[in-house]
């Protein structure tokens, strides 16, 4: 195998998203199917009714649906073509239910697992901290923000409160990558992929704000009255589904490519 210098990698964020839109046709068009059967499941509660066990049934079958799309974007955005998505094991317009899609599923669950232990020690230790410090309980239910404490021990917490909630951010920015490296690795790939993105936090940070715009479109057309009803439901689930993904997933496949430093000669798929 040979290996990139794993300290001198840094993410250039003009290249990756440079590389984000270029893909971005390829992403449609091989992903089509999925995208599509997504979708469409994620609409389907407004055409009939979904409760009890039918609504069991499809949230398991969105569930599904969103995995393959996420696999076959996934291929597509590490690969230069269709044809070398196909050797990693992509299906006729990205339908494809194989293992590494099962791969993906144990990923995301190890980092979900080692984010909510994170997340609850901190939530621990910031109730600790904050209940030492003795603050008024009736001052903070009146809102006056004056008599709740002294000054320092609010800056104290606040920037304690603020760690909080950067030490998560961080740790999800250092494990995006693992679904692009889970294809490209073909195995499965959930903490390591820290490693991956080891030194690009910020590039890696701009480039999912930057990649989220498409979020932002739905509450402005809620905002202006463009959209209303069954028609935010249409809107949001077509730009999530059809454009917010694939920004994102080819992002992320971009931003692997750039950073990858471990290159087996052989795998197994």
Same mark, same amino acid.
């Given at each position: 195998?040979?290996?990139?210098?794993?300290? @001198?990698?840094?993410?250039? *964020?003009?290249?990756? *998203? @440079?590389? #984000?839109?270029?893909?971005?046709?390829?992403?449609?068009?091989?992903?089509?199917?999925? *995208?599509?059967? &997504?979708?469409?499941?994620?609409?389907? +509660?407004?055409?009939? #009714?979904?409760?009890?066990?039918?609504?069991?049934?499809?949230?398991?079958?969105?569930?599904?649906?969103?995995? $393959?799309?996420?696999?076959? /974007?996934?291929?597509?955005?590490?690969?230069?073509?269709?044809?070398?998505?196909?050797? *990693? @094991? /992509?299906?006729?317009?990205?339908?494809?239910?194989?293992? +590494?899609?099962?791969? /993906?599923? %144990?990923?995301?669950?190890? &980092?979900?697992?080692?984010?909510?232990?994170?997340?609850?020690?901190?939530?621990? $230790?910031?109730?600790?901290?904050?209940?030492?410090?003795?603050?008024?309980?009736?001052?903070?239910?009146?809102?006056?923000?004056?008599?709740?404490?002294?000054?320092?021990?609010?800056?104290?917490?606040?920037?304690?409160?603020? %760690?909080?909630?950067?030490?998560?951010?961080?740790?999800?920015?250092?494990?995006?990558?693992?679904?692009?490296?889970?294809? %490209?690795?073909?195995?499965?790939?959930?903490?390591?992929?820290?490693?991956?993105?080891?030194?690009?936090?910020?590039?890696?940070?701009?480039?999912?704000?930057? #990649?989220?715009? +498409?979020?932002?479109?739905?509450?402005?057309?809620?905002?202006? @009255?463009?959209?209303?009803?069954?028609?935010?439901? $249409?809107?949001?689930?077509?730009?999530?589904?059809?454009?917010?993904? +694939? /920004?994102?997933?080819?992002?992320?496949?971009?931003?692997?490519?750039?950073?990858?430093?471990?290159?087996?000669?052989?795998?197994?798929?």
């Amino acid at each position: 195998m040979s290996h990139k210098d794993v300290g @001198g990698r840094r993410l250039n *964020l003009r290249v990756a *998203l @440079g590389r #984000t839109l270029r893909v971005l046709p390829l992403l449609w068009r091989g992903a089509a199917g999925a *995208l599509i059967l &997504c979708g469409s499941l994620w609409l389907l +509660p407004l055409i009939v #009714t979904v409760e009890g066990w039918t609504g069991w049934a499809w949230a398991l079958a969105v569930g599904a649906s969103t995995l $393959v799309a996420i696999g076959a /974007l996934a291929r597509l955005s590490v690969s230069d073509d269709v044809a070398e998505a196909r050797a *990693l @094991g /992509l299906g006729p317009m990205g339908l494809q239910a194989k293992l +590494p899609e099962a791969r /993906l599923l %144990g990923a995301a669950l190890l &980092c979900l697992l080692f984010l909510a232990m994170i997340v609850s020690i901190l939530a621990l $230790v910031v109730l600790a901290i904050f209940g030492m410090a003795e603050l008024n309980v009736e001052a903070i239910q009146a809102r006056n923000w004056a008599a709740v404490g002294e000054p320092w021990k609010l800056a104290i917490l606040a920037v304690i409160g603020l %760690g909080a909630v950067a030490i998560p951010l961080l740790l999800i920015v250092r494990l995006s990558l693992f679904a692009p490296a889970t294809l %490209g690795r073909r195995q499965m790939v959930s903490l390591n992929s820290m490693g991956i993105a080891y030194g690009s936090f910020w590039p890696l940070l701009a480039g999912l704000i930057v #990649t989220a715009v +498409p979020n932002l479109v739905l509450p402005m057309l809620i905002g202006t @009255g463009v959209a209303a009803g069954q028609a935010v439901s $249409v809107v949001w689930a077509l730009g999530l589904i059809g454009l917010q993904l +694939p /920004l994102t997933i080819g992002f992320l496949g971009a931003a692997y490519r750039q950073l990858e430093y471990w290159f087996p000669e052989e795998t197994k798929r």
